[in-house]
């Protein structure tokens, strides 16, 4: 089994554009989403759930008006400044408590209990090349790097369960913990990146990261054609640092079509230069075909 990262330095470069368009290409294949702050892959695949399953991102203190005698003890002892008195009551914010449970074993009165916070899910279903393995972490919910490893774990589950060979993984922006869940243990890492300055900066930054953990790196320039100068400077880059880059795709407003209708470019309209580029991608990187010499190739 190959496991393929797909990732950027920064949101909006086509990341999740182009792991839909991957997952399309071929049948049984396995994708996981693990983007789960923002899941929306499945928006795409249209997956039919047959499993669905809670997901414990910690606790959220509670109290007990009926019993709590104001004492105000817990605010004293909380480190996190999320007890206070609020009109003359002390109220914890949901949104600040970090669910140590200190407030409730010091609170006089044993008024404060801990509520799980189980309202985020994870998700496996089918979807018309394959299987879809995501999550959604609920709002003001935390640990989204544990809910990846929820997600990884369950798609290597299906794929070896399967016997199939490929799992497409869409992983989150950046350079955070949910992203090092992500990475760990990939067989493979496709950045997906764009022709402005920030992308540049994010770009060098996660190759920095994908290069900590010596994963063979290969970079995507989406919508090369809006600024070729920016294009040019990356490729230079890129070759400077011995970092092969499999495609530059171009600007089209058909991808944006291509998603209204829930479809990937190649499905869409497979005639297209974007879609013709991400099939010669998916042969480098998936099929382990021949990388381009150069990225002008």
Not at 26 to 49: R, S, W
Not at 120 to 139: C, D, E, M, T, V
Not at 145 to 160: H, M
Not at 256 to 280: G, R
Request: aromatic residues 6%; charged residues 20%.
């Amino acid at each position: 089994m190959t496991e393929i990262a797909i990732l950027s330095g920064k949101g909006g470069t086509g990341k999740t554009s182009l792991s839909a368009a991957l997952a399309t290409i071929n049948h049984q294949t396995v994708v996981a989403d693990c983007d789960v702050d923002t899941a929306n892959l499945y928006l795409i695949l249209q997956p039919e759930n047959y499993v669905e399953e809670k997901f414990l991102t910690g606790h959220k203190a509670v109290i007990d008006y009926s019993s709590c005698n104001q004492c105000g003890i817990c605010i004293d002892y909380c480190r996190f400044d999320a007890i206070a008195y609020v009109n003359g009551r002390v109220t914890i914010s949901e949104t600040a408590c970090d669910g140590c449970k200190l407030c409730s074993r010091v609170c006089s009165s044993q008024s404060i209990t801990m509520v799980p916070g189980d309202k985020s899910y994870w998700y496996i279903g089918n979807y018309r090349n394959g299987k879809l393995i995501h999550a959604r972490l609920a709002p003001g919910e935390e640990n989204s790097g544990k809910l990846v490893n929820v997600v990884r774990e369950q798609a290597r589950k299906t794929a070896e369960e399967t016997g199939w060979e490929t799992l497409i993984i869409d992983g989150p922006p950046g350079t955070g913990c949910p992203v090092i869940s992500t990475l760990t243990g990939v067989d493979k890492t496709i950045i997906v990146t764009e022709p402005t300055r920030s992308g540049f900066h994010d770009l060098k930054r996660i190759v920095e990261l994908t290069n900590t953990f010596n994963i063979p790196t290969y970079i995507v320039v989406n919508k090369y054609d809006l600024n070729e100068n920016m294009t040019d400077q990356i490729l230079t880059w890129c070759s400077d640092a011995g970092i092969p880059v499999v495609g530059k795709i171009p600007f089209d407003p058909q991808i944006v079509e291509a998603m209204l209708q829930c479809k990937s470019i190649v499905e869409w309209a497979p005639e297209t230069q974007a879609a013709k580029e991400i099939h010669a991608i998916y042969q480098q990187v998936v099929n382990n075909g021949t990388i381009r010499k150069s990225a002008k190739d």
